[in-house]
């Protein structure tokens, strides 16, 4: 199983950006996904997590400007985030809470000032 997140970019502060995470199989039907980000310097946290009744939550930081989803069809999982702060800049990797599989390689999201 391996989880391919990708959308990241440099941005300003306010604009918005949507990254995917894509799955080789059918994996998310019926699984929790999370999205995670880690600044320059500082440990992994967590960003959003998707459970399997499509029940969401989010981090203080990031609620009510990320929003999760999945597209079960595609295998892929989606974090939709505007009103971007340059304190959300970081690498985003998703995974599987409590579940975790090896972590690729992230995407990165820059948002400047």
């Known amino acids: 199983v391996q989880l391919q997140a990708s959308g990241g970019g440099l941005v300003q502060a306010g604009g918005s950006l949507r990254l995917s995470c894509a799955a080789s199989g059918s994996i998310f039907r019926n699984k929790a996904v999370a999205w995670y980000r880690q600044a320059p310097g500082k440990q992994r946290e967590w960003v959003a997590t998707l459970y399997s009744g499509d029940f969401d939550a989010y981090a203080d930081p990031v609620k009510g400007r990320f929003t999760i989803s999945r597209d079960n069809a595609k295998n892929t999982v989606f974090l939709q985030m505007n009103k971007l702060k340059p304190d959300d800049t970081g690498v985003y990797h998703c995974?599987?809470?409590?579940?975790?599989?090896?972590w690729g390689q992230g995407t990165l999201v820059t948002v400047s000032s």
């Open positions: 995974n599987f809470p409590g579940a975790y599989i090896p």
